[in-house]
């Protein structure tokens, strides 16, 4: 009886403090707010005065399937519920070193399991051959769906040298398919850098894997060693994004002063428009033949940064069409120590258009499945025009060469 009592008060709270949260911020009223979800109400009451296993039921299992389900009813692919159990695992130091397999996902509500947005460059997840938009079903033989997504996440990562197995949906392939991995210690530098010197032209070869606090000092120590190179490949594919500062400090580097990077807009329609500070570095990029590689693992910041150079005719888009993801997410903490991530705004490219499940669309489309079937390491020092070991990367390499007016030699 103590226990029916309490989920009476729990759940008529529940409702009394909802529909006056809701109808405060809605367009709704009170009274339409709880007409409109009065099936729930109706639902509770009857599980409190019906349900045989009243004795039970666990009220937190009640409440995190309910907070779940709303969220997945807004049909938002990155609009998350993560209860008090997953938030804890969340707060995990990413600064540590531990082993996994190297990658970026997001859960996948469609069909609950984790959805690759990028390998890590360089990483077990690449040299295996996983690519974005793999779906990884199960984790050592356990689903995804029944762990959920940190508990997965969890599961990816461990001891370095061990490995994992994994069953993994590709949309080009009938069946799933299993991939074993040997987990190693995770790469935390963001910016690698190369020298090229490629038919007596000096090319400036510089990969950003992701955009995170460091970014900016790698990328302008980067920026230090190549600046009397000729021209620039900046490396954005497989990049899943990351800190939006870092996307517009990096950005700052490369584009004159004054000039569009994105905009923010709201949903009530207020707009934050970001423009290059510009800084003394601009002049390194003036006058020079740039390429940005992408890719479909190309997202969110690394978007940002590829559609500026496109749109403000610095570079020249090389490889195929990024993954889409223009949604800036805000996380909400809830009183039962679970969160909410919502979407509360998107990002537009510097014309006004948006790209979110759009993706950028390359000036010159080449796709590399050689490399990706094969899933070799590139060497760069050994990348000639015309080497198939990465046809992105030759066909930027042949791209400056004609903005420099190099004959390639037979």
Not at 119 to 126: I, K, L, N
Not at 267 to 291: A, Q
Not at 307 to 331: C, D, M, N, P, Y
Request: charged share 25%.
């Amino acid at each position: 009886m103590a226990k029916r009592k309490f989920f009476r008060m729990s759940v008529w709270l529940a409702v009394l403090v909802g529909v006056f949260f809701l109808g405060a911020f809605s367009s709704m009223t009170n009274d339409e707010m709880f007409e409109k979800f009065r099936p729930v109400f109706e639902i509770l009451t009857y599980i409190d005065r019906n349900y045989y296993g009243i004795d039970k039921v666990d009220y937190d299992d009640v409440l995190n399937e309910t907070l779940t389900g709303t969220m997945r009813g807004l049909d938002d692919p990155f609009a998350w519920y993560f209860d008090p159990v997953k938030v804890r695992e969340n707060e995990l130091d990413t600064a540590s070193r531990y082993g996994g397999i190297g990658y970026t996902v997001q859960y996948n509500i469609e069909f609950d399991c984790l959805e690759v947005v990028a390998p890590t460059a360089g990483s077990p997840s690449e040299r295996v051959g996983l690519r974005a938009g793999d779906l990884i079903l199960t984790i050592d033989g356990v689903a995804v769906s029944e762990v959920g997504y940190y508990g997965a996440v969890n599961m990816l990562r461990g001891d370095p040298d061990t490995q994992v197995v994994l069953e993994v949906y590709r949309e080009s392939i009938e069946d799933p398919f299993f991939v074993e991995i040997t987990r190693a210690l995770t790469e935390i530098k963001s910016v690698k850098t190369e020298l090229l010197t490629v038919e007596d032209a000096d090319i400036a070869y510089i990969q950003i894997t992701g955009f995170n606090a460091p970014t900016y000092d790698e990328f302008e120590d980067a920026l230090k060693l190549s600046k009397k190179s000729e021209a620039f490949i900046i490396d954005l594919r497989n990049n899943p994004g990351g800190l939006l500062q870092s996307v517009l400090n990096i950005s700052s580097l490369m584009l004159p002063k004054g000039e569009r990077i994105m905009t923010i807009r709201y949903r009530d329609g207020k707009e934050e428009i970001y423009n290059s500070w510009g800084s003394k570095y601009n002049s390194y990029f003036t006058n020079k033949p740039i390429v940005a590689l992408v890719n479909e693992g190309s997202a969110a910041g690394s978007e940002i940064l590829a559609e500026a150079l496109k749109q403000s005719g610095l570079a020249t888009i090389v490889g195929t069409k990024t993954f889409g993801l223009a949604a800036i997410r805000t996380v909400f903490n809830l009183s039962n120590g679970g969160e909410i991530w919502l979407t509360t705004a998107h990002y537009f490219a510097p014309d006004g258009s948006d790209i979110h499940l759009q993706g950028i669309e390359p000036d010159i489309v080449v796709d590399n499945e050689i490399l990706e079937e094969d899933a070799r390491e590139l060497t760069l020092s050994e990348v000639s025009v015309g080497d198939e070991q990465d046809l992105q990367l030759s066909k930027a390499i042949e791209t400056i060469l004609e903005r420099l007016g190099v004959k390639v030699a037979n």
